[in-house]
């Protein structure tokens, strides 16, 4: 018997997508500033510097929030503390700062990728990304491309620091009566090496972009590296 959700096509294919470096490129001039801004009036930090020390690719909001504290002496303790009110201050600065039109930072060939694959009826479009779910939702509606991803489905930032939880949260709201999406027919799409190690932690599949900042040679433990939406979509229609 297998284990789909009920109402399920058979050949359902769950797609978790990260959002930064594999839909959009560039433009988080205001997620950084909205981060900031609210380690500031949170914590009375001035980060700018310490942001510049952690590489955000494949981060969480979360994780880059706590990495640039820790380093600034916050102790463990006021960080878990405060961690809520650090994700509300980001986005409510970000609803503040956000450009009205992202669609210029969309990568080339995603929107005819996600067309394609939304009118799929075995096809499940959702997310997995860093991003605190707030900031991720209002950064796709400007870019044009939020009406492909369902509320109350994917994995946020907001949901957990730890990148590598994120996919079996994602599972679970994508099930049915309380069972999860099945791992064998669930893939990762993603553009850095915390992506792939994100779907190995659930035992899943990762397809790899590397419209990211990082070459196929970095990406090797993924299941296919894709060096366009052009090739991803021909992977995934081998599926």
Not at 153 to 181: K, N, T, Y
Request: with cysteine; proline share 5%.
């Amino acid at each position: 018997m297998s284990d789909l959700p009920a109402g399920a096509p058979d050949a359902a294919t769950l797609l978790l997508f990260d959002i930064d470096g594999t839909l959009l490129r560039g433009g988080n001039h205001a997620h950084r500033e909205a981060l900031i801004g609210a380690l500031t009036a949170v914590h009375g930090i001035e980060p700018g510097e310490l942001y510049m020390r952690v590489s955000p690719a494949g981060r969480t909001d979360g994780e880059i929030a706590r990495l640039i504290l820790l380093d600034a002496g916050v102790p463990a303790r006021l960080i878990d503390e405060r961690a809520e009110a650090v994700a509300l201050e980001s986005c409510r600065m970000y609803a503040e700062l956000c450009p009205d039109d992202l669609t210029g930072f969309v990568i080339e060939g995603i929107p005819d990728l996600l067309e394609w694959l939304g009118h799929r009826r075995e096809t499940t479009l959702s997310l997995v990304t860093g991003n605190f779910e707030q900031i991720a939702r209002l950064k796709l509606l400007r870019a044009g491309l939020g009406g492909w991803f369902r509320r109350g489905q994917g994995g946020f930032g907001s949901d957990s620091e730890d990148r590598a939880a994120l996919p079996a949260i994602a599972r679970a709201r994508a099930g049915q009566d309380g069972v999860p999406f099945p791992r064998e027919r669930t893939i990762v799409i993603g553009d850095t090496p915390r992506d792939v190690a994100c779907a190995r932690a659930d035992g899943l599949r990762c397809f790899a972009v590397t419209s990211g900042p990082f070459t196929a040679a970095e990406l090797v433990g993924a299941d296919t590296v894709a060096a366009d939406a052009r090739e991803l979509r021909a992977a995934l229609g081998r599926v």
